[in-house]
């Protein structure tokens, strides 16, 4: 299987499917991350360090290098373009009722990048949550749910390359609400942790 991650900042890829990725790779899938907003020089970096944590390969790791925080700038069809230059069985987004602008660009970018023309490749689109983001914005309800038990560990240490980003509790974005949200996801489907999408399209 081809997996595909769009997100649009450095750390939401770790945050929205950190367990999710590893899991993949373990399984021998194929997996390629496109970060859209560069962010930082540094961020880059730890981008880097963080999905090496999670298996991704060098050649796999992708930046499109448009400004952060700035997507609204630049001409949808154009985002879209770039999305459009991947393919993959699988890919994991934003979910477009995020309340950063970014990530609500980067899922509407994403659904029309792939819409389910004849032939299309992408067979199901999963929308992650980001904290201190989607429970923010309009409310993230998944019905789609992964089991990170055994993955749930590299998360932790792909966030840790992303230490800057991080905030203290009670800041949804820290460690311990992290840890909370995976804690709960994994106990609203019998296990002890997962992470949470909602099905943007899925053809089974």
């Given at each position: 299987m081809k997996m595909l991650v769009v997100a649009?900042?450095?750390?939401?890829?770790?945050?929205?499917?950190?367990?999710?990725?590893a899991k993949h790779i373990k399984a021998g899938d194929e997996v390629q991350v496109l970060i859209l907003a560069q962010g930082r020089e540094d961020l880059r970096m730890s981008a880097r360090k963080a999905?090496?944590?999670?298996?991704?390969?060098?050649?796999?790791?992708?930046?499109?290098?448009?400004?952060?925080?700035?997507?609204?700038?630049?001409?949808?069809?154009?985002?879209?373009g770039i999305i459009e230059r991947y393919s993959a069985d699988i890919v994991y987004t934003h979910d477009e009722n995020d309340l950063n602008l970014d990530h609500q660009i980067t899922a509407q970018a994403v659904k029309t990048a792939f819409r389910p023309l004849p032939g299309q490749q992408v067979k199901t689109i999963l929308a992650f949550e980001v904290l201190s983001s989607s429970e923010w914005g309009k409310g993230f309800t998944p019905?789609?749910?992964?089991?990170?038990?055994?993955?749930?560990?590299?998360?932790?240490?792909a966030l840790e390359c992303y230490a800057s980003e991080m905030r203290h509790h009670p800041h949804p974005r820290s460690f311990s609400g992290v840890d909370a949200l995976i804690r709960l996801r994994g106990m609203s489907v019998g296990v002890s942790a997962a992470e949470a999408f909602k099905v943007v399209r899925m053809v089974c």
């Open positions: 649009a900042h450095p750390d939401d890829e770790v945050l929205g499917c950190g367990g999710t990725i999905l090496n944590k999670l298996g991704v390969s060098l050649k796999n790791m992708h930046f499109a290098n448009l400004e952060d925080q700035s997507l609204d700038i630049y001409a949808f069809s154009d985002i879209v019905d789609y749910f992964v089991d990170i038990s055994n993955t749930y560990k590299h998360k932790i240490a």
